[in-house]
């Protein structure tokens, strides 16, 4: 049974690398999670890769580190053009030597365009299907129901291509879907009985449909028993007035017959993933 055990100590600013160790419980650790506000995530494998998913930090109101806090990362995933997806991707990986796997070929291109290495681009047209495999972690990009609009578009590359989710496996079979800004997809359900995640990791924006969000939730446990887990993002911090929440979420997973309880994550605290 999946389990996500919140560590002991909140990880502040200054000690964001920190993590802590499972349990004593005979539960085989996985890795750890950490949220920075909005979309970005930092997922530490159980060999010590790290990923970072839509490194959104200058001009994010609610973020917890600054680019000087980051240090060291292995992989960053990006799930669209927007600025709030691409965020600092190129000046960390630039910084780090990161590899970057971004959806789709024409933010690649535009990455290209403005400098960036195309040797840390690990597929330069990806699309959703693709995979990319590094020591410890497979990466299935999958598609996603949302545009891909480039801040500043260029005549070679006007638009970003096709949007993404992610689909995360780490080598022990923990497995974390991602859903990018996508909107609920029958493809959804078809991805749940494929890769069986163990954790979600959905879209609940304030303008998001409260039933859409629910639907989104709902598909993933199609044919799929590990789904223990559910942390929202690309949320602020705390929910503005009128904006989708969490509690309105989990009441109506309640009236579709879902009883996965939803994490309210916190900020830079270091969750503990165990299977």
């Not at 999946?2 to 085989?28: D, H, K, N, Y």
């Not at 990466?139 to 992610?166: C, H, K, Q, W």
């Not at 780490?170 to 494929?194: C, K, P, R």
């Amino acid at each position: 049974m999946a389990v996500l055990a919140l560590a002991l100590t909140l990880a502040l600013a200054a000690t964001f690398g920190i993590s802590q160790p499972a349990p004593a419980a005979a539960q085989a650790t996985t890795g750890t999670l950490e949220w920075f506000g909005w979309s970005h995530f930092r997922l530490t494998t159980p060999n010590g890769k790290v990923i970072l998913v839509n490194p959104f930090i200058t001009g994010n109101p609610d973020a917890t580190v600054s680019l000087d806090d980051i240090t060291q990362v292995d992989l960053i995933l990006v799930a669209d053009a927007h600025n709030d997806e691409l965020g600092q991707t190129m000046e960390i990986a630039q910084k780090t030597g990161a590899m970057t796997f971004a959806a789709g070929g024409g933010l690649n291109g535009w990455m290209i365009q403005q400098g960036f290495p195309q040797a840390q681009i690990a597929q330069r047209f990806a699309q959703p299907g693709n995979v990319h495999k590094m020591d410890g972690v497979k990466v299935v990009m999958l598609n996603a129901i949302d545009g891909s609009e480039i801040g500043r578009p260029t005549l070679e590359n006007p638009y970003g291509g096709t949007a993404g989710s992610f689909m995360v496996m780490f080598d022990d079979g923990y497995t974390i879907y991602f859903q990018g800004s996508s909107a609920a997809t029958m493809d959804m359900a078809m991805w749940a009985e494929m890769y069986k995640p163990d954790l979600m990791i959905y879209h609940m924006s304030a303008q998001h449909d409260v039933t859409d969000v629910a639907m989104s939730i709902k598909l993933m446990t199609t044919n799929n028993p590990n789904l223990k887990t559910l942390m929202p993002h690309h949320h602020r911090v705390p929910v503005p007035a009128g904006g989708t929440t969490i509690p309105e979420v989990q009441a109506e997973l309640g009236r579709m017959g879902v009883s996965i309880p939803i994490t309210d994550t916190v900020r830079s605290q270091v969750y503990t993933l165990t299977k």
